[in-house]
């Protein structure tokens, strides 16, 4: 049995607005040293996937930057390994894909491949430390069509899948972008399939004009009785970075020492892009308190409950709280921020002030000036 994995680099770029303006999903920083891909790629990795194809759209140089070759992954194999899948790449000149199914139709030559029997099929906006083979296994003895990763993680907005089952594990109610009620089983963006099934299934709604994968397929095929779906109950710890509100709060719950034992498990690590940076500079006077920071930091002023990446540089008289401060950043003389996510190579000037709330956090584009 050998499976291979697709990730979705691009399908909820819109959500995050700003933050995804010049990069795609998968590339945005998460947790002061990481981006959202690679938690997907390191749960395939760890669990044996070797063969990956990313599914990009646009703005993916960023990502192609950040993964190289892919050796931090051990996916720099000589038969095996990661694969760009651009959305032309089927020869087709049309406009750029608009959902999962088209997405998928420019990977089919890729996914086509005889020697795997299974596809296990990821976004990028849900993070957690998932071992696929535990999945595998519940799909394949529970004889299902299609497998979904689940959780019952309470979720405060509309959900892209929420599920109802029987008790065993079977499907038996799909609605689509809606609340999750109390005990529904809420879609983690994770699908097992066979890999025949799914090249079928891409042709057959091609040829049909069917563009989405949860509504298109799983749905239509599920309220007609011809689709056997099950889920598989992830119990892990679960982070929906669906929205700049969400992406502000899950970063935020780093810091909360049971969130980060949840994430990054000693027995399966969550890879990243190597680099070697100076340790961080701790000036004498200066104040941290319960903050996640990354090498290669000068930090002289305060910072307290904030996430802050590598190469950051926080002057004497600066306050930060409850922030993300991303790679590159400089907090001039005398600044006061809160509740603020600065993107990378942002400069704040000298006794500048900007505050913000966790439901609206403020937003600094990459490489600006304030």
């Known amino acids: 049995m050998k499976v291979m994995g697709i990730i979705f680099s691009n399908i909820y770029d819109s959500s995050l607005g700003e ?78 894909y608009k959902g999962k199914l088209e997405a998928l139709y420019s990977a089919v030559h890729f996914i086509n491949n005889d020697a795997y029997d299974y596809v296990v099929i990821c976004d990028s906006t849900v993070l957690c430390n998932i071992n696929f083979n535990d999945v595998i296994k519940h799909h394949i003895s529970a004889k299902n069509d299609v497998t979904i990763v689940s959780s019952k993680s309470k979720v405060d907005k509309k959900c892209p899948l929420v599920l109802k089952t029987n008790g065993r594990g079977r499907v038996t109610e799909m609605k689509i972008d809606v609340r ?14 066979s890999r025949q099934l799914l090249v079928d299934t891409i042709r057959d709604s091609y040829s049909r004009g069917y563009i989405h994968f949860e509504r298109d397929f799983l749905q239509r095929k599920f309220n007609s009785g011809a689709l056997k ?66 090498d290669g930091c000068v930090m002289m002023g305060t910072a307290l409950d904030s996430v802050i990446f590598r190469e950051v540089v926080i002057e004497q ?15 001039e003389e005398g600044a006061q921020l809160e ?32």
Request: glycine share 10%; hydrophobic share 35%.
């Open 180 to 193: 999750a009620e109390e005990d529904s089983h809420i879609g983690m963006g994770m699908f097992v399939i």
């Open 317 to 331: 008289g600066a306050s930060v709280k409850s922030c993300i401060i991303m790679q590159g950043a400089k907090i």
């Open 19 to 96: 933050l995804t303006n010049h990069r795609t999903v998968a590339s945005l920083p998460f947790g002061g040293r990481y981006r959202q891909v690679d938690f997907a790629l390191s749960n395939m990795s760890n669990s044996g996937i070797y063969n990956i194809g990313i599914i990009t759209k646009y703005n993916y140089r960023s990502l192609m930057d950040h993964l190289g070759t892919c050796s931090a992954w051990d996916l720099n194999r000589k038969n095996e390994g990661v694969v760009f899948l651009p959305p032309f790449a089927e020869g087709n000149t049309g406009a750029v």
């Open 229 to 294: 779906l099950g889920v598989y109950d992830f119990e892990g710890v679960v982070l929906h970075n669906s929205d700049v509100e969400s992406y502000y709060k899950n970063s935020m719950a780093l810091l909360e020492k049971d969130v980060r034992d949840g994430i990054f498990l000693k027995d399966s690590p969550i890879y990243t892009k190597v680099r070697d940076e100076t340790p961080t500079y701790y000036k004498k006077g200066s104040k941290v308190s319960n903050c996640i920071i990354a």
């Open 339 to 370: 509740c603020v996510i600065l993107d990378k190579d942002v400069t704040v000037t000298k006794g500048a002030s900007l505050k913000g709330t966790p439901k609206n956090p403020v937003i600094v584009k990459k490489g600006e000036v304030v």
